[in-house]
């Protein structure tokens, strides 16, 4: 009885591995393609010497405590961007002078290229957490305002007058009726804002410095230690992908009352 | 002047006036003192330096090489993505071989390759153009493959039993039903495609406007900083709007639901 579950996991498992043959092959053909001396190990050290590499970096910290500042950084810009976002999103939904001023503003700020505001960020900010922070924030702040605006105008008429009859206040209304109604397309706003945070944080890292996995990754290679370039790559490719499927696995139980919740949106 | 021209004046007119509001509390921050002038240039600074550097030949110069790096690069990403993302929804041998690697680098921040890439090929333009090919290769996959994908099984159906063959059912059906979805994901790889190249610039480059602000930014230039920036930001806007203006002449045929905004 104990026997089938485990051969069904370990078959499941079997299935699992086999479906990422490509990943492994990859990885098999960097670490043959660096060993065999085809390219030389500062353009690309064998896969092995990399995870050689991860662990004094490790072990030293050197790994840890950058990504906690990076995602320090993400998190706080994000949760600002939260903060505004819904702000200024249920606001344009409820009131249409704020929806007339912000509407052709968020028109014109969302296409634009945020990373080009990071001088006039350093110039107000200096180079240090401030920066990244506010860059994050004005990155995200865009999706976040139009899935605000954009969930607040789809509850339905009928719920705002059953709330209105029942003497619901205007501002009772707004945190009780449209804010819940606006979450499912919130958390589509937020799903797109997280990896938006994390690579404005590396990238604005990258370019002013001031520690994080970004920063350390421009002056491991500034020394041409390939390495640890590769090793500051992989720690931030696992961090988007463990961010991302996190989100997900969240969405699916804050919404798990909404006929959405099982709905995979990409 | 007819009354649809009247009114379709009368609300760009009224999209517009945000914009005036906008600059013109800037003017009055900026003059009243309150902010130090070298924290925020006037609208009338920034506006003198833009109308200097729009004079300037070195700053078309710039603004071309950066537009070249990002373009190119986005032309190289569509060339290799289309193909690939097409190749992925017909065929299981594909999507097998490159649906676990488009999975496991979807998530990643792709600026990580600049220094990787400032290694491999140096500082230039081969660099940038690298780096915005792999951050556009993903739009166009996804978009493509989930375009493909979508076409309703009826009009495959429907082409086969009219005897079309394999490679005009491609070209014929797949591609044109799937048209909405590949624009959609080039006005997404667009928006990546300007990011990473003035990125690229910032972290490691001689010329270009990315580099060019640092410069200004550096030398207390904050005027001609702004004006720099601005001059970017509007370019991306109209490059933007002229991408949905094309995608919407080339879906005409389509339900008017599917065109973009």
Same mark, same amino acid.
């Given at each position: 009885?104990?026997? +089938?579950?485990?051969?069904?996991?370990?078959?499941?498992?079997?299935? #699992?591995?086999?479906? *990422?043959?490509?990943?492994?092959?990859?990885?098999?053909?960097?670490?043959?393609?660096?060993?065999?001396?085809?390219?030389?190990?500062?353009?690309?050290?064998?896969?092995?010497?990399?995870?050689?590499?991860?662990?004094?970096?490790?072990?030293?910290?050197?790994?840890?405590?950058?990504?906690?500042?990076?995602?320090?950084?993400?998190?706080?810009?994000?949760?600002?961007?939260?903060?505004?976002?819904?702000?200024?999103?249920?606001?344009?939904?409820?009131?249409?002078?704020?929806? =007339?001023?912000?509407?052709?503003?968020?028109?014109?700020?969302?296409?634009?290229?945020?990373?080009?505001?990071?001088?006039?960020?350093?110039?107000?900010?200096?180079?240090?957490?401030?920066?990244?922070?506010?860059?994050?924030?004005? &990155? *995200?702040?865009?999706?976040?305002?139009?899935?605000?605006?954009?969930?607040? &105008?789809?509850?339905?008429?009928?719920?705002?007058?059953?709330?209105?009859?029942?003497?619901?206040?205007?501002?009772?209304?707004? =945190?009780?009726?449209?804010?819940? @109604?606006?979450?499912?397309?919130?958390?589509?706003?937020?799903?797109?804002?997280?990896?938006?945070?994390?690579?404005?944080?590396?990238?604005?890292?990258?370019?002013?410095?001031?520690?994080?996995?970004?920063?350390?990754?421009?002056?491991?290679?500034?020394?041409?230690? &390939?390495?640890?370039?590769?090793?500051?790559?992989?720690?931030?490719?696992?961090?988007?992908?463990?961010?991302?499927?996190?989100?997900?696995? $969240?969405?699916?139980?804050?919404?798990?009352?909404?006929?959405?919740?099982?709905?995979?949106?990409? | 002047?007819?009354?649809?021209?009247?009114?379709?004046?009368?609300?760009?007119?009224?999209?517009?006036?945000?914009?005036?509001?906008?600059?013109?509390? =800037?003017? @009055?921050?900026?003059?009243?003192?309150?902010?130090?002038?070298?924290?925020? /240039?006037?609208? +009338?600074?920034?506006?003198?330096?833009?109308?200097?550097?729009?004079?300037?030949?070195?700053?078309?110069?710039?603004?071309?090489?950066?537009?070249?790096?990002?373009?190119?690069?986005?032309?190289?990403?569509?060339?290799?993505?289309?193909?690939?993302?097409?190749?992925?929804?017909?065929? +299981?041998?594909?999507?097998? $071989?490159?649906?676990?690697?488009?999975?496991?680098?979807?998530?990643?921040?792709?600026?990580?390759?600049?220094?990787?890439?400032?290694?491999?090929?140096?500082?230039?333009?081969?660099?940038?153009?690298?780096?915005?090919?792999?951050?556009?290769?993903?739009?166009?996959?996804?978009?493509?493959?989930?375009?493909?994908? #979508?076409?309703?099984?009826?009009?495959?159906?429907?082409? +086969?039993?009219?005897?079309?063959?394999?490679?005009?059912?491609?070209?014929?059906?797949?591609? /044109?039903?799937?048209?909405?979805?590949?624009?959609?994901?080039?006005?997404?790889?667009?928006?990546?495609?300007?990011?990473?190249?003035?990125?690229?610039?910032?972290?490691? @480059?001689? &010329?270009?406007? #990315?580099? $060019?602000?640092?410069?200004?930014?550096?030398? #207390?230039?904050?005027?001609?900083?702004?004006?720099?920036?601005?001059?970017?930001?509007?370019?991306?806007?109209?490059?933007?709007?002229?991408?949905?203006?094309?995608?919407?002449?080339?879906?005409? =045929?389509?339900?008017?639901?599917?065109?973009?905004?």
């Amino acid at each position: 009885m104990v026997m +089938r579950p485990v051969r069904a996991i370990a078959r499941s498992v079997m299935r #699992g591995i086999v479906a *990422c043959y490509p990943l492994i092959l990859l990885a098999i053909a960097w670490e043959a393609v660096a060993r065999l001396g085809y390219v030389r190990p500062v353009f690309l050290p064998p896969l092995s010497a990399v995870i050689e590499r991860m662990i004094p970096l490790t072990l030293a910290g050197d790994l840890l405590q950058p990504l906690a500042v990076s995602l320090y950084r993400a998190a706080a810009g994000l949760a600002l961007a939260i903060v505004l976002g819904v702000a200024i999103g249920l606001l344009m939904a409820r009131m249409r002078a704020v929806r =007339w001023l912000i509407d052709p503003l968020i028109a014109f700020g969302f296409p634009s290229p945020k990373i080009a505001f990071l001088p006039i960020f350093i110039l107000w900010f200096g180079i240090d957490h401030l920066t990244k922070i506010a860059l994050v924030a004005f &990155t *995200c702040v865009f999706p976040v305002i139009v899935a605000a605006y954009a969930g607040a &105008t789809t509850v339905p008429t009928n719920q705002l007058w059953a709330a209105r009859a029942m003497g619901t206040t205007s501002l009772a209304l707004t =945190w009780r009726v449209v804010l819940p @109604a606006s979450l499912p397309s919130l958390m589509s706003g937020v799903r797109v804002g997280v990896p938006y945070a994390l690579v404005t944080a590396f990238t604005a890292e990258m370019i002013a410095g001031g520690g994080g996995l970004g920063g350390e990754m421009v002056l491991a290679q500034r020394y041409f230690e &390939t390495p640890t370039v590769f090793a500051y790559l992989l720690v931030m490719l696992a961090t988007g992908y463990l961010i991302d499927h996190g989100v997900l696995a $969240l969405r699916r139980r804050v919404l798990r009352w909404h006929e959405d919740a099982g709905a995979r949106d990409l | 002047m007819s009354a649809g021209a009247l009114f379709a004046a009368r609300a760009l007119l009224s999209r517009l006036l945000p914009f005036a509001l906008f600059l013109a509390a =800037w003017q @009055a921050l900026a003059t009243s003192g309150l902010i130090a002038a070298n924290f925020l /240039p006037s609208v +009338r600074a920034v506006a003198g330096a833009l109308i200097d550097l729009g004079a300037s030949p070195s700053f078309y110069a710039d603004l071309g090489i950066t537009l070249w790096r990002s373009l190119g690069g986005l032309m190289l990403g569509a060339v290799i993505g289309i193909p690939l993302g097409a190749g992925m929804a017909v065929s +299981r041998g594909v999507d097998g $071989l490159f649906g676990p690697l488009v999975k496991a680098t979807y998530s990643l921040p792709k600026t990580a390759l600049i220094p990787l890439l400032l290694l491999w090929l140096g500082v230039g333009s081969a660099t940038s153009m690298v780096a915005v090919m792999f951050s556009t290769l993903l739009p166009f996959v996804v978009y493509t493959y989930h375009g493909i994908a #979508g076409v309703p099984q009826i009009l495959v159906w429907s082409a +086969r039993a009219m005897g079309t063959a394999q490679r005009r059912l491609l070209w014929k059906v797949l591609l /044109p039903a799937s048209l909405q979805a590949i624009l959609t994901g080039l006005r997404i790889a667009l928006g990546f495609s300007f990011v990473i190249a003035i990125a690229a610039e910032m972290i490691a @480059a001689n &010329t270009g406007v #990315g580099k $060019l602000m640092f410069i200004y930014g550096e030398s #207390g230039a904050y005027d001609y900083m702004f004006a720099a920036v601005t001059a970017i930001v509007a370019l991306a806007f109209v490059a933007d709007r002229i991408t949905v203006s094309i995608s919407n002449r080339l879906l005409r =045929w389509d339900d008017i639901e599917n065109r973009l905004g």
